[in-house]
Structures are given as C-alpha cells and as structure tokens.
C-alpha cells in the first residue's frame, strides 16, 4: 500500500519551453501533496505544499508563477515548470499523505535536464 | 533552527553493523523518519518514531531516540551490499505540515 508514482520519469526539454511533471497516489486518497527538488549529493528542498481543491502554499524563495501546483484530485498532482532554462535543470520528486496520517510517501522522481 | 544534521558518509564491511546518526533542534518534533534513497531513485521510507519513544525495532533496523541530548540513530544489523545508498533523517513537527530532512548520509558497503 501507500504507492506513489510520477510521470515522467526522466525528461529532456528545450529552453523557454514548459514541462509538466504528475505526481499520483495510486491506492490512496492523497490529501496533502509535498514537492521537493533536489540539487546533486543534496538533501532535497520544499517547493511547496499542495491541499486538494486549495492554491498551493510556496516556500520562501519559490516563484509560484514559475512553478505553477495544481492538486484538482485526491489522486493528482501536477507540476509545471513554465519557461525553463538550463538552471531549472534538477531532480523534482512529490510525496503525498492522506488526512490523519503524518507519513509521507513518495513518488520515484523525476529528473528534468533543460538545455 | 531548522538544522538536521548527519555525517556524509559511512563506510562498512558486508555483515557488520551500521549506525547513522542524526541530530535535530527542534525539540516540538513529533515524528522522526528514517527514508532510504538509491541513486536515480525517489525517498522509500524504513521506518519512524513517535517522539515520545526512545526506541524502535523493525527486523534489521534498530532506531534510537534521545530526546533530551536531539540525538536519534538508525542501526542496520548484518549491513548487506543491498544496504548502499543514501539515508535521510527527518523530523515533522506539530505546528507546520513540514518535513526537515538532514544532510544525508551516503552509506557504502564492502565484501
């Protein structure tokens, strides 16, 4: 149980182009979505809290604009990084919960190489 | 502060024990995490502890929590190849969704 997966696994994009990056809790209902990104041989950084049905609450230094949430389901959430460029270029991974409960599970990742 | 911390790195032999540590500073932390994450691979988690534990035991896996000294370990008994990757620390704390995640430990078994 408590299955996260992500869509796409890997994905090679242009500069100035847009990508989006699911995040779906597959035998749960996921109340709470987490993004993170993760820099090479680092710990990985809050991006942002998503409640389903709710705007996203962005950490400090995160641009909401560039990095729009939506969490529209209880399975769903997306990720879109609009007009990347190469520093863009990073390991983004989701994690979700469900209501009552404090683990988080997540997702395998996605790695996102902007050129 | 949000600091957690860990040794980068931890070198051991097939079959002997490994201990990875992890220090906090918050002291309103509920729950503490061990997750376990393999190269190109997301966050798979091992185990946890409620905050008013000092101990978890979960097959090879021994947790330890020290409340008093913000000092929790993870003990994996007969360390297997398997056992290489990177361990997180983390802390969740009642008064924000947050999860704090440490340094990282990478953990490097040899024959």
């Known amino acids: 149980g408590a299955v996260v997966s992500q869509h796409p696994s890997r994905v090679i994009c242009k500069s100035g182009t847009s990508v989006k990056i699911e995040c779906r ?62 520093e863009d270029s990073s390991f983004y991974i989701c994690s979700a919960r469900t209501t009552g409960r404090e683990t988080q599970y997540f997702g395998p990742g996605t790695r996102l190489l902007v050129l | 502060g949000e600091d957690v911390e860990q040794s980068l790195f931890l070198s051991v032999r097939e079959g002997d024990s490994s201990v990875i540590n992890c220090t906090y ?30 101990m978890k035991q979960d097959q090879r896996l021994t947790v330890l929590l020290n409340k008093k000294d913000k000092h929790l370990s993870l003990r994996i008994a007969d360390t297997q190849t398997g056992d290489s990757a990177i361990y997180f620390c983390a802390e969740s704390r009642m008064s924000t969704d947050k999860l704090i995640f440490g340094t990282g430990t990478r953990l490097q078994v040899f024959p």
Do not use: C
């Open chain 2, 25 to 54: 500073t918050d002291s309103s932390s509920t729950y503490l995490y061990w997750y376990k994450q393999e190269p190109g691979a997301g966050l798979q988690l091992l185990t946890y502890i409620f905050s008013n534990m000092d």
């Open chain 1, 25 to 86: 809790s597959l035998d749960f209902q996921a109340t709470t979505m987490f993004w993170y990104r993760q820099f090479p041989k680092k710990s990985l950084m809050l991006m942002a809290t998503s409640n389903e049905g709710s705007k996203a609450t962005y950490e400090q230094g995160v641009e909401k604009d560039k990095f729009l949430i939506n969490h529209a389901s209880l399975t769903l959430s997306t990720l879109t990084v609009t007009s990347a460029h190469p």
